[in-house]
């Protein structure tokens, strides 16, 4: 028994399973009731529902009538029509697909999460109150539930009602250190459906890898040069955290569960041993190595890093479960064969599959002047230009349209000669590197602007993950031959624009990091390898 319904507020909450947020979004997938009184919604199978959180985290998108905003009205009960859809849409169909291959893209779709006046939830119930007061009861078995609602609090039959309870019922998964910074936002109207890219009956691996490649040097400042060309920006990230962490232990009071991240920001903790630089090498031992450290510092945080998570059947698995990878998980396994075998697992698609190549092209030729040569340039033009403000990186610029965006891959493709989703990998790069050896002469707005835009989406494809997925391990599909390599189980998410306002924030972090890692000794400095310079 199935049904096509496309409204998800007829859906259940406990339809909906959590299966993992960041800092700007939430993410449910679809599991359909657990028993068969009610029917499976196909229109919701094999989808992920992804809806942004408060505190929102501002976008790098503008549409013409700025309607990237929304009601601040919580009573405004205006036609859904009426919120734009989530930018993250349009901007991946519109410029995302443009460097990105669609097979590697997860389909999204725009989704009303409003649901209609009057509708109610329990947790196993619907509840419709009909307008003139009398009350119908709509596929419920909890009938003692009902006389109850009108304690109920107002939001509880409002629009958001439907977002309130699938809050309510899963809010106890979230971690800690994410409920405590906010949760799901009850103003919006939408939400996004995307392909589920965890379900399934495999495992799916989701790696972070940051930033993959030293600084073009041109342009760095003569105290940091010859930091920022040793040590790669994550592992100098990793030792500041480190850092921090270490002397909040010191001060940490007694009650760790009722503390927030100092910082209003979630804190993960480091993945202390990777280094993107040997995911992305060409050279698979290198890849292997990192595999092998993420796994590790997956288990020593206890899988509270950001860095890899890793699901089976879409669920996500904790450290102490993490024999649940295995087809049949043996009795006795070492640490080590485990290790092994999943890294055995990830390889093949990681290094013959053309994404993470494609990624770090991506990520290195919109950043072929670093923040420092980009903080130069703004300079320069502000003191020509007569820009007023304060001066800060970016300060008075307003987001990019969806026009700018692609006038901007316009000419971005043109500079590199590059096909529209080519996915070619990063030795087209090199020319791009001699160009920049100059500081660029910026005369007009819409060229400063071609700058802090390439920035930008540098900083979106430093910030994605990649979810790759494999079969289970030991299963008699986990052998995989090469010729029976998938490239589309390699997907890139989290292609959200980064807003203009980070920029200056990106400066002063650059700053913190470098220094606090110039305060090692050279000898005690990592020697990162970019095997792409
Ligand atoms: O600055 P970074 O490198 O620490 O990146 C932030 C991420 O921290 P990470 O280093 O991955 O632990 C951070 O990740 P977490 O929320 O810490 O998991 C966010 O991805 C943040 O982006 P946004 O605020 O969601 O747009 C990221 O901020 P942006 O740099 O993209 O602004
Ligand atoms: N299409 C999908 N299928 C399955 N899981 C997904 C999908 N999209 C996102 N997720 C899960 O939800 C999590 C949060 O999504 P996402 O990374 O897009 O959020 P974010 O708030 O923008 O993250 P960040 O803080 O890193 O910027 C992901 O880390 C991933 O585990």
């Not at 307003?398 to 971005?412: A, C, H, K, N, V």
């Amino acid at each position: 028994m199935a049904t096509g319904n496309n409204d998800i507020t007829s859906t259940h909450p406990t339809d909906w399973k959590y299966v993992s947020e960041g800092g700007a979004t939430i993410v449910f997938s679809y599991v359909g009731p657990s028993d068969s009184s009610r029917a499976k919604n196909t229109a919701f199978q094999g989808m992920v529902l992804r809806l942004r959180k408060v505190p929102s985290v501002p976008l790098g998108v503008r549409f013409d009538s700025d309607s990237s905003s929304f009601s601040e009205d919580e009573d405004d009960e205006e036609d859904d029509e009426d919120e734009p859809d989530d930018p993250s849409i349009a901007f991946q169909k519109q410029c995302m697909a443009r460097l990105v291959p669609n097979a590697h893209l997860p389909q999204l779709e725009s989704i009303i999460v409003r649901s209609p006046p009057g509708r109610s939830y329990t947790s196993d119930a619907i509840i419709e109150e009909k307008l003139d007061g009398q009350d119908a009861l709509q596929d419920t078995h909890d009938h003692d539930e009902h006389h109850h609602r009108h304690h109920h609090h107002k939001h509880l039959t409002d629009g958001s009602a439907w977002l309130r309870a699938l809050a309510a019922t899963h809010d106890e998964l979230r971690p800690q250190t994410r409920r405590a910074l906010g949760g799901i936002d009850f103003k919006r109207r939408k939400g996004v459906l995307a392909t589920d890219l965890v379900g399934g009956h495999g495992m799916s691996v989701e790696i972070k890898p940051k930033w993959s490649f030293l600084p073009n040097p041109a342009h760095l400042s003569a105290e940091f040069k010859p930091i920022k060309t040793k040590t790669c920006r994550f592992c100098m990230h990793t030792h500041m955290r480190t850092q921090e962490a270490t002397s909040k232990e010191s001060v940490q009071t007694e009650d760790v569960e009722e503390q927030k991240p100092s910082s209003g920001r979630h804190a993960a903790p480091p993945a202390v041993g990777y280094c993107p630089l040997d995911l992305f090498s060409p050279r698979s031992d290198r890849v292997r190595y990192a595999v092998h450290a993420l796994y590790d510092a997956w288990i020593a945080s206890e899988g509270k890093a950001n860095n890899l998570k890793v699901f089976v059947r879409g669920k996500g698995v904790k450290v102490s479960g993490r024999k649940l990878i295995f087809h049949n998980p043996p009795s006795e396994l070492e640490e080590d064969q485990i290790r092994t075998a999943f890294a055995d697992s990830l390889l093949p698609l990681l290094t013959q599959t053309p994404v993470l190549q494609l990624l770090n092209r991506l990520q290195r030729t919109l950043d072929m002047l670093d923040v420092e040569g980009l903080v130069k340039v703004w300079e320069k033009w502000c003191r020509s230009s007569g820009h007023v403000g304060e001066n800060e990186l970016g300060a008075g610029c307003e987001e990019p349209t969806l026009e700018e965006w692609g006038s901007f891959i316009d000419s971005y493709l043109h500079e590199l000669g590059l096909d529209e989703q080519s996915g070619k990998g990063p030795a087209e790069s090199v020319n791009g590197k001699a160009k920049h050896a100059e500081l660029p002469d910026v005369q007009t707005e819409e060229e400063m602007r071609f700058y802090l835009l390439a920035y930008l989406l540098s900083a979106t494809f430093k910030d994605c993950s990649i979810i790759v997925r494999v079969p289970l391990l030991g299963s008699d599909m986990s052998e995989m031959e090469d010729a029976n390599l998938d490239s589309r189980m390699i997907t890139l998410i989290d292609l959200d624009p980064k807003s203009m306002t980070r920029l200056k924030k990106w400066e002063a972090l650059d700053r913190e990091i470098v220094s606090t890692y110039g305060q090692l000794r050279e000898e005690e400095r990592t020697a990162c390898i970019d095997d792409w310079n």
